[in-house]
């Protein structure tokens, strides 16, 4: 609690393997407040909800948890523990908002759209995204700029894992003296596939940025602020993307959907 985060660990012929530390948000627990935590299990890994929200994962080391044969809760007062099977994770999260769609890119928002977006958001397109149409994504990049991605999936969730059309990952902390930080193309589809690398963004930590992924004739176009900085060819049709995930150091402000016909095209520029 005094350092503020979590640690996962795997402890094999009594010798602790390295601490894996990192989150997807904010340390979420304080003193003398009640809290759920839901862990489930898959395959490749253990994921780990506070609260309806989707916090860590842990890739399976060995031992594998799947031949547990008990389990231990200390340090938290009045603990209820149930084990079940389930269809869904985390279960306490609520329905995943749509995205709304404007007539242009400048276009206000409406009234029914959401005043604000959480961090490492999930949210449905439930009319995926159309042909001639872009999803923009404006908002704010973290000041201690590591990497965030964003991810067109053909359900909005986490677990079951969902296939991933696109997987647009830009890698800050690699490298980051150089003047350009790293794009990371690929896409999942029961495993991932060949990457697609370029050093083409020019990001600037703690400013607003906007990012924009087009659904072009053959490929994915991916912008950031105008300047193209990576394409990935469809390897899965555009038509089965069906959710929305952002995950990282970019602060969502405003999410939606619109035609691509108003917008600009610029080449990316040399690596």
């Known amino acids: 609690m ?3 985060y979590v640690v996962r660990n795997t402890r094999r012929h009594e010798k602790w393997g390295p601490e894996e530390t990192t989150a997807f948000r904010l340390f979420p627990f304080k003193t003398d407040r009640p809290f759920t935590i839901e862990v ?66 400048d276009a206000l928002p409406s009234p029914t759209e959401p005043e604000s977006w959480r961090p490492n958001v999930i949210a449905a397109l439930s009319n995926g995204i159309p042909e001639g149409q872009q999803i923009i994504i404006r908002g704010r990049l973290r000041p201690l700029l590591h990497s965030f991605s964003v991810d067109l999936m053909d359900a909005a969730r986490d677990w079951p894992q969902p296939n991933v059309a696109l997987h647009a990952n830009v890698r800050a902390h690699v490298e980051s003296q150089q003047s350009r930080q790293l794009v990371v193309l690929n896409a999942w589809l029961g495993a991932w596939g060949a990457e697609r690398r370029q050093r083409t963004a020019r990001l600037i930590p703690g400013t607003q940025t906007t990012l924009k992924i087009l659904r072009g004739a053959s490929e994915w176009c991916v912008y950031s602020d105008d300047v193209l900085i990576g394409e990935l060819e469809y390897r899965v049709p555009p038509s089965v993307v069906k959710g929305l ?4 150091d970019l602060y969502p402000e405003e999410i939606y959907i619109c035609p691509v016909s108003n917008s600009p095209v610029v080449e990316k520029c040399g690596c």
């Open 40 to 105: 489930i299990m898959d395959e490749q890994q253990t994921l780990w909800a506070v609260d309806g929200e989707h916090y860590c994962s842990y890739t399976h080391r060995n031992p594998n948890p799947s031949a547990a044969a008990w389990v231990q809760v200390a340090g938290v007062r009045d603990a209820t523990l149930i084990i079940n099977k389930t269809d869904t994770y985390p279960s306490l999260a609520p329905t995943p908002i749509d995205v709304p769609s404007r007539a242009t890119i």
């Open 245 to 248: 995930r952002i995950r990282g």
């Open 2 to 4: 005094p350092q503020c």
